[in-house]
T-cell receptor, first 111, second 117 residues
Framework: DGGITQSPKYLFRKEGQNVTLSCEQNLNHDAMYWYRQDPGQGLRLIYYSQIVNDFQKGDIAEGYSVSREKKESFPLTVTSAQKNPTAFYLC??????????FGPGTRLTVT | AQTVTQSQPEMSVQEAETVTLSCTYDTSESDYYLFWYKQPPSRQMILVIRQEAYKQQNATENRFSVNFQKAAKSFSLKISDSQLGDAAMYFCAYRSAQTGTASKLTFGTGTRLQVTL
């Protein structure tokens, strides 16, 4: 089945550690996105990529980094510089001018 | 920059009844898209309905329909014959139609819909 997978579903880390969230899609979509969701807030864009080996900062990129070495994969690294990393992270992909399709998300808890 | 406002943090509807969720947005653009996404307890974001700003006709998808008022910058979602499975967070979202914007979505803060028996 075609779709977007994010792993793991729940992730726990100690403060000061970098952590990488996985996002893989087999939809052959060119564009991929990372969003952050906090309670009482909508989704906010962290980074996006429209093509392999290219990506741009979204509205809240500070403390995050990404790579796009393959069309299918767009991993997000939450660095120790991110002051409030505990959140729900959603990955999405889009083909052409079509809609964004979302993965199931990863809940990151940093203590 | 565009903004999307959902002024109803929570709504409640009885099963089989009709409910309307409100959304307003601010933009200086004339061509854009508007969306309603549903996020059930599983937290998977599901596209409910889409409206293209240049189309005057309101979009409908089965029990879901919108009231798009471009001049008022209003985009409400009507759910008819509500079902227990409609209980979820609903997000309104905006996307510019301009090239070079990478189809980024701007979301509202969401409305939590409860469906009661």
């Amino acid at each position: 089945d075609g779709g977007i997978t994010q792993s793991p579903k729940y992730l726990f880390r100690k403060e000061g550690q970098n952590v990488t969230l996985s996002c893989e899609q087999n939809l052959n979509h060119d564009a991929m996105y990372w969003y952050r969701q906090d309670p009482g807030q909508g989704l906010r864009l962290i980074y996006y990529s429209q093509i392999v080996n290219d990506f741009q900062k979204g509205d809240i990129a500070e403390g995050y980094s990404v790579s796009r070495e393959k069309k299918e994969s767009f991993p997000l690294t939450v660095t120790s510089a991110q002051k409030n990393p505990t959140a729900f992270y959603l990955c999405a992909s889009r083909a052409g001018a079509g809609e964004q399709y979302f993965g199931p998300g990863t809940r990151l808890t940093v203590t | 920059a565009q903004t999307v406002t959902q002024s109803q943090p929570e709504m409640s509807v009885q099963e089989a009844e009709t409910v309307t969720l409100s959304c307003t947005y601010d933009t200086s653009e004339s061509d854009y898209y508007l969306f309603w996404y549903k996020q059930p307890p599983s937290r998977q974001m599901i596209l409910v309905i889409r409206q293209e700003a240049y189309k005057q006709q309101n979009a409908t998808e089965n029990r879901f329909s919108v009231n798009f008022q471009k001049a008022a910058k209003s985009f409400s979602l009507k759910i008819s014959d509500s079902q227990l499975g409609d209980a979820a967070m609903y997000f309104c979202a905006y996307r510019s139609a301009q090239t070079g914007t990478a189809s980024k979505l701007t979301f509202g803060t969401g409305t939590r819909l409860q469906v009661t028996l």
